[in-house]
């Protein structure tokens, strides 16, 4: 029997579990209020804080950490990686510090993950970090040289979801074309074609639709031009793409269900929420163009998934696609202990860090400007 210790660390929060092989045995969501964080400049500055809530967790359920097998994490960022389970590493750790490649407390996990392993013999692991890049060569260009088309939404949601429908369907994932919707803070759809994500939406800063904080695809030039107005720095635009943007930005409020029951009556929130909506389903009905009409499922998943309004909008648009499966809120703790796990029952699944990031960032420069070019003669 394998123990297995799963973090998954957000803003304002630290989901744990401990898994004994595939069975949840204890879970926790620990809430971080702002009157304690707001003493760390930022949020790497928190592991011992976190840590100490971790270290709570483990002595409210018995779990000792000399028992553990491995101690797995929700990924970071770092240089481009495929989808799969890797070893944390301080190469992994150096490129997640250097705040290069994205920053998000989830780089804060494998920190941690990386220090308790230190003081055991768990292995500490990663799956399917959100900067898991397997787009098609075609699906990197942005529509000119300077800018590249990039990998970065909720990659373990997205894997998870899809793994999970091809189990429960006794399928392969390699097997399958899906499109999966992860409907949460951010909004992010994309195209799984035989096990692999060849596209998708950036939806943190400025890609596909937008959400409850985040503004999605702005029309170009009026971004621009908003940028060179002299009336706002680069923090306050970056604000508004990820963050105040989106159902925030038109009416002050976040919070979907407060939106949904303002819509009843308020014909600005109906508007907003309708968009909202709409904007997802158009990216859907991109992603069926993608894999040319062969879909085999919709999945939609996330927290706003909860909402049979929302799925039922959803429904009507893209129906006629292919069968919509909702599997409403998040997979992830599932996903990070199933992932651990495969790689403790066999220790090939486990990728190299250092060499697939190497991959990685080669695959992903070679369409950027400039292009390599062919000799001539």
């Given at each position: 029997m394998h123990k297995i210790l799963v973090m998954n660390l957000g803003s304002t929060s630290t989901k744990?579990?401990?898994?004994?092989?595939?069975?949840?045995?204890?879970?926790?969501?620990?809430e971080h209020p702002a009157s304690e964080t707001k003493a760390f400049v930022s949020f790497?500055?928190?592991?011992q804080?976190?840590?100490?809530?971790?270290?709570?967790?483990?002595?409210?359920?018995?779990?000792?950490?000399?028992?553990?097998?491995?101690?797995?994490?929700?990924?970071g960022h770092t240089k481009p990686l495929v989808g799969g389970v890797y070893q944390v590493c301080p190469e992994m750790l150096e490129q997640q510090a250097s705040g290069l490649y994205g920053s998000h407390p989830c780089d804060l996990g494998s920190k941690i993950a990386y220090a308790l392993s230190k003081q055991c013999r768990a292995?500490?692991?990663?799956?399917?970090?959100?900067?898991?890049?397997?787009?098609e060569p075609v699906a990197r260009l942005s529509g000119h040289p300077l800018i590249n088309r990039r990998s970065s939404f909720h990659a373990l949601s997205h894997k998870a979801?899809?793994?999970?429908?091809?189990?429960?369907?006794?399928?392969?994932?390699e097997?399958?074309?899906?499109?999966?919707v992860h409907l949460g803070g951010g909004i992010s759809v994309a195209p799984h074609k035989q096990g692999r994500m060849v596209d998708g939406d950036n939806g943190l800063e400025g890609d596909g639709p937008f959400s409850t904080n985040r503004s999605g695809a702005l029309p170009v030039g009026d971004l621009a031009r908003l940028c060179f107005s002299g009336q706002y720095t680069y923090e306050q635009i970056h604000r508004m793409i990820n963050g105040q943007g989106g159902l925030y930005a038109y009416l002050g409020e976040s919070d979907v269900r407060t939106v949904s029951e303002w819509a009843k009556t308020d014909e600005?929130?109906?508007l907003c929420l309708d968009a909202m909506i709409y904007q997802t389903c158009k990216a859907i009905g991109a992603c069926a163009s993608v894999l040319e009409g062969q879909v085999d499922a919709m999945l939609i998943t996330g927290g706003i998934a909860h909402s049979q309004e929302i799925v039922d909008t959803i429904r009507k648009r893209c129906g006629f696609i292919a069968p919509?499966?909702?599997?409403?809120?998040?997979?992830?703790?599932?996903?990070?202990?199933?992932?651990?796990?495969?790689?403790?029952?066999?220790?090939?699944?486990i990728k190299d860090f250092v060499t697939f990031a190497q991959q990685g960032e080669e695959a992903a420069n070679h369409y950027k400007y400039p292009f390599p070019s062919p000799a001539h003669g």
């Open positions: 744990l579990a401990y898994y004994e092989d595939d069975n949840p045995i204890a879970k926790a969501n620990i790497m500055d928190q592991d804080y976190r840590i100490d809530y971790i270290n709570q967790f483990m002595l409210k359920h018995a779990v000792k950490l000399e028992d553990l097998d491995a101690i797995v994490s929700r990924g292995i500490p692991l990663i799956v399917d970090p959100p900067i898991t890049d397997e787009f979801t899809a793994k999970r429908y091809a189990r429960e369907n006794q399928k392969r994932y097997d399958l074309n899906l499109i999966v600005k929130a109906r919509i499966v909702v599997y409403p809120g998040e997979n992830e703790m599932e996903s990070l202990a199933r992932g651990a796990l495969e790689g403790l029952r066999d220790a090939s699944v």
